[in-house]
């Protein structure tokens, strides 16, 4: 049996990238049951790639009685997305059950403990920006969400009041090529160790002549392995999301086909509970840059979530997933 079902985790506060703000994470829970044992996952369909909360429950119910009948046929069954990240999820934290065996074991290695996460800080004003990279000034690593004019005076107020932080930048495609040639050779003197999809899918090749001093992460960029063709000799790193990736099997072969092309690896996440992140965890060990903050800026968890001290998170217990 496959059901999915809608919640909805409020904010802490209002979360702003450049497309938008919000004030809760809306996320699907796949539950897959099947001889008495049930697995759980967690997906957060994103308007930008035509997703929504029905639409995506209305693609798993669509796919229900056939990965009922074989759980092997997610990847059959549905396409690279939020959904079939759910139940992909699910069916993996079914499987460990079942084999009585943590998913880490059966991927093959080693548990995932002490992952330094980043810190997002919504985009805003400057001085809104600085006081809060005052308050988080401790934390190993921020990540500054950008949205095209005004994001210089952004960063160097959050440098200001984080001046020992190590910070990536993150502009959702909300750059052209005149934002980057102005931004960057400033980016790099304030000590910006990556920039994030500057620029909008599908619009970003004159990313192949401009000067890269700072790595350049594709994110909307690119999904699963089939992205890869137009990556390479546009960017230096990926940002592997399992909402884009389509579930954690996908996710894994895009890892490897990436490092095999030469592309350094970040794993992010959409705002979601720690069940959304738990799978994606299984990518971090070895991962130069882990964005996987979204229990933080939740304004409560699930039970049994993940267990984050100075930015750092632990080993997950089974009764959250895997």
Not at 27 to 44: H, L, M, N, Y
Not at 66 to 81: M, R
Not at 105 to 124: E, R
Request: proline content about 5%; charged content about 25%.
């Amino acid at each position: 049996m496959l059901i999915a079902a809608h919640e909805s985790w409020p904010i802490a506060g209002t979360f702003t990238i450049s497309r938008g703000s919000k004030t809760a994470a809306d996320v699907v829970v796949a539950t897959f049951t099947k001889d008495g044992i049930s697995g759980r996952g967690e997906c957060v369909p994103y308007a930008r790639y035509g997703e929504s909360i029905d639409s995506v429950i209305a693609e798993i119910d669509a796919a229900a009685i056939k990965i009922s009948a074989d759980p092997c046929l997610v990847g059959e069954a549905l396409k690279a997305g939020a959904a079939r990240n759910a139940v992909d999820c699910a069916v993996w934290d079914w499987k460990a059950k079942q084999a009585g065996k943590r998913v880490w074991n059966m991927v093959g290695i080693s548990a995932p403990d002490n992952i330094i996460t980043a810190y997002t800080l919504s985009v805003d004003t400057p001085a809104n920006m600085h006081a809060k990279a005052l308050e988080c000034q401790h934390m190993p690593l921020l990540k500054l969400k950008l949205a095209g004019d005004g994001d210089l005076e952004r960063v160097e107020a959050v440098r200001k009041g984080a001046p020992n932080a190590r910070i990536i930048v993150d502009a959702n495609e909300g750059w052209n090529a005149d934002h980057y040639r102005s931004f960057v050779p400033a980016l790099e003197k304030l000590r910006i160790e990556a920039i994030e999809q500057p620029m909008p899918a599908g619009n970003d090749e004159a990313l192949k002549t401009l000067a890269r001093p700072i790595p350049i992460i594709a994110d909307e960029s690119c999904h699963d392995t089939a992205s890869l063709s137009d990556i390479v000799g546009k960017y230096d790193m990926i940002n592997i999301k399992l909402d884009k990736t389509g579930g954690l099997t996908e996710a894994l072969a895009l890892k490897e086909a990436a490092r095999e092309a030469g592309l350094d690896i970040m794993v992010g996440c959409m705002v979601g509970t720690s069940l959304a992140m738990a799978p994606a965890l299984l990518l971090a060990g070895d991962a130069s840059i882990v964005d996987l903050d979204g229990p933080l800026l939740l304004q409560k968890d699930r039970p049994d979530g993940l267990s984050f001290t100075d930015n750092r998170i632990a080993t997950f217990p089974p009764a959250l997933w895997g």
